[in-house]
């Protein structure tokens, strides 16, 4: 079984602050980890990934996250934010290899404040 | 590459209708997942499938049904309409776990 706590259901910060998501996940097998975005009245897109190896993870619009394995967290970053940022952010998480099914949190809403 | 495609975008149904929501992915993708979101809920698996002529239940499967007889499709159909239905939906097709969402159909209801 595997699951999904992304702490804060809404997030505010201002311009040119830092991002900070956080996602925790239980797991029994060594996880595959996932960030999605999803502006508006728009479908999801993914802004990066965590499957082996490194542990930190760079991914679009100069958002990265990483993976602790001792703390179960895949914190999702971006030193400083951009109005463009504001969106709902999804964290993800499915078995190695991908191929089992893919368990989603219940999303953050980024608010950016100018 | 038009990736993955749903129609329609938008629906209103009575309650007790029937309806199919259409899927098609063009990346030639062994898996597809049908989720639906609501708000405060995050996406919740309905149905998905492994391959053509394969699928099982995903966490709310209840009032739908699927098939999958080519590797391109994968419709979601509502046997019976009911307003807890009312969601917007996504198909997704996925490629060793991450996952390339359409669009979106909003379904409401009434």
């Known amino acids: 079984a595997q699951s999904v706590t992304q702490l804060g259901s809404h997030v505010s910060v201002s311009e040119g602050a830092l991002v900070l998501l956080r996602c925790n996940y239980s797991s029994s097998v060594p996880p595959y980890l996932f960030w999605y975005v999803q502006y508006p009245n728009q479908g999801l897109q993914l802004l990066l990934k965590?499957?082996?190896?490194?542990?930190l993870v760079k991914g679009i619009n100069g958002f990265e996250a990483e993976f602790k394995k001792s703390e179960t967290s895949f914190h999702l970053t971006k030193p400083s934010a951009h109005m463009s940022d504001a969106a709902e952010y999804f964290c993800?998480?499915?078995?190695?290899?991908?191929?089992?099914?893919?368990?989603f949190g219940t999303g953050t809403k980024l608010q950016v404040i100018p | 590459n038009a990736g993955v495609t749903q129609t329609p975008k938008f629906q209103v149904l009575k309650t007790g209708q029937s309806m199919t929501l259409q899927c098609a992915q063009d990346m030639n993708h062994e898996y597809m997942s049908w989720y639906r979101q609501d708000p405060g809920m995050g996406l919740r698996l309905i149905h998905y499938s492994v391959g053509a002529g394969i699928t099982d239940q995903g966490e709310v499967p209840n009032g739908y049904n699927v098939s999958r007889s080519t590797t391109e499709d994968f419709p979601l159909r509502l046997l019976s309409a009911a307003p807890s239905q009312t969601s917007v939906y996504f198909c997704a097709s996925i490629l060793r776990g991450e996952q390339f969402f359409g669009p979106g159909t909003r379904l409401t209801v009434l």
């Open positions: 993800a998480v499915s078995g190695p290899g991908g191929y089992q099914k893919v368990t």
């Open positions: 965590y499957t082996t190896g490194a542990t």
